[in-house]
């Protein structure tokens, strides 16, 4: 795996050390899986967790065994190993946005539980504070914005927009559609999110508007579609698939990149330096507009999102 190959190359593991760290890593993520049945979200997991193994390398001059060795000590303070981790993020040219940090520590934390040590959030409140949650103040697309986004796209990017504007749905479950979950007959035409491609790992229905039927259509016949809308069908593993879940999200961010670029005053930035422009701003507009022409329950519903009154 990335983690064990990364640690072997700049710490120089032998072959018993590698297999237990990778031994540890793979049950640790394995639980994690067990919660979020996305392979995305494991994704994240591994790098965070190699980030701190790099830390715990560089800071205490220690591979993975000695390490465990360490945590075994009845002086042991893992605590304090948060401590100086939570410091190790915050300094440095670019120091990390307090809401990567607090996350990061997190995940250190969960992750040295599961090692054997008990460490309760009273017992880090007692040592130190984790820095506050930011909360950055996005500015909402209109509908002037999305028009001329659509505009510059080609064929594959506008459909999308249209698609997610009118249905509320993720980038990644947009991306993971088929043919055969689009009910065309429907007035709206009704599509079928599976519960293996969503957040919440539960099926819903969403709508999409007559625009973006007719934009969907056309390109059903124009790129000859037959099962995935957008991803490839020749699939020989899991891992295949989501190899090539991940490289077609990359080029729908670099289509739509492109087309920020060549609209100068659509090519800005928010407050925490995130692109004002992205798909996800696309799920809230759509949010916005159900809310304001029905209620914030029915919108809820359609984005997969838990609410009062489904």
Request: proline residues 2%; positive net charge.
């Amino acid at each position: 795996m990335v983690l064990s190959r990364s640690l072997s190359n700049s710490v120089g593991l032998n072959s018993s050390v590698q297999a237990l760290l990778q031994s540890k890593l793979e049950t640790y993520l394995e639980r994690k899986y067990r919660i979020s049945r996305s392979h995305a979200t494991i994704d994240t997991y591994r790098k965070i967790v190699s980030r701190f193994l790099d830390f715990i390398q560089s800071q205490y001059k220690q591979d993975f065994e000695q390490f465990l060795d360490t945590l075994k000590q009845p002086d042991a303070d893992p605590v304090g190993i948060l401590d100086e981790y939570f410091t190790f993020l915050a300094r440095g040219d670019k120091p990390l946005a307090n809401n990567t940090i607090r996350f990061y520590v997190t995940v250190a934390k969960d992750f040295l539980n599961f090692l054997g040590c008990k460490i309760y959030i009273e017992d880090i409140k007692h040592r130190f504070r984790l820095p506050k949650a930011q909360h950055v103040y996005e500015e909402g697309l209109t509908k002037e914005t999305i028009n001329r986004i659509i505009r510059f796209a080609n064929p594959k990017l506008s459909t999308s927009i249209l698609m997610l504007c009118s249905s509320g749905m993720r980038i990644s479950e947009l991306l993971q559609l088929r043919i055969q979950d689009i009910a065309f007959e429907k007035n709206p035409t009704r599509i079928l999110v599976r519960a293996d491609t969503t957040k919440t790992r539960e099926t819903r229905i969403t709508c999409i508007s007559s625009e973006a039927t007719n934009a969907l259509q056309d390109y059903i016949k124009r790129y000859k579609i037959t099962n995935h809308l957008f991803l490839r069908d020749n699939h020989k593993s899991d891992e295949d698939y989501i190899k090539n879940l991940l490289v077609t999200r990359q080029s729908f961010e670099r289509m739509l990149q492109h087309v920020r670029s060549n609209i100068p005053e659509l090519n800005k930035k928010n407050e925490n330096g995130r692109n004002a422009i992205h798909f996800h701003a696309l799920r809230a507009w759509f949010k916005t507009q159900v809310t304001d022409a029905h209620q914030s329950d029915f919108a809820e519903a359609l984005m997969g999102h838990k609410s009062l009154k489904l």
